[in-house]
Nanobody
Framework: QVQLVESGGGLVQPGGSLRLSCAAS????????MGWYRQAPGKQRELVGSIGSGGSVIVADSVKGRFAISRDNAKPTVVLQMNSLKPEDTAVYYCNGVFSGKDYWGQGTQVTVSS
């Protein structure tokens, strides 16, 4: 049974930084993708960034230059470093993993950017 456990998140002032981490357990495949989605109140869930097993990275235009995604294959873990945060980044952030062709989700962590 694959499980994704998220950490990080919280309240930060505009211009600040936060780091989200997601650790996967129960993974037996060496080939997988992991990433982060977010959902703001009243909006659809959207992709923030993802990283494939070969290291290929996709980052949403809205966060390019501010957010960076990385992974540790040994654990496996995916990290989202968020810099220069804006109020519009406020959302619940969800970790996503695709293992053996199946989608798995973390429980979500709240990120609030406000002065």
């Amino acid at each position: 049974q694959v499980q994704l456990v998220e950490s990080g998140g919280g309240l930060v002032q505009p211009g600040g930084s936060l780091r989200l981490s997601c650790a996967a357990s129960g993974v037996i495949s060496r080939f997988y993708a992991m990433g982060w989605y977010r959902q703001a109140p009243g909006k659809q869930r959207e992709l923030v960034g993802s990283i494939g097993s070969g290291g290929s990275v996709i980052v949403a235009d809205s966060v390019k230059g501010r957010f960076a995604i990385s992974r540790d294959n040994a654990k496996p873990t995916v990290v989202l470093q968020m810099n220069s945060l804006k109020p519009e980044d406020t959302a619940v952030y969800y970790c996503n993993g695709v293992f053996s062709g199946k989608d798995y989700w973390g429980q979500g962590t709240q990120v609030t950017v406000s002065s």
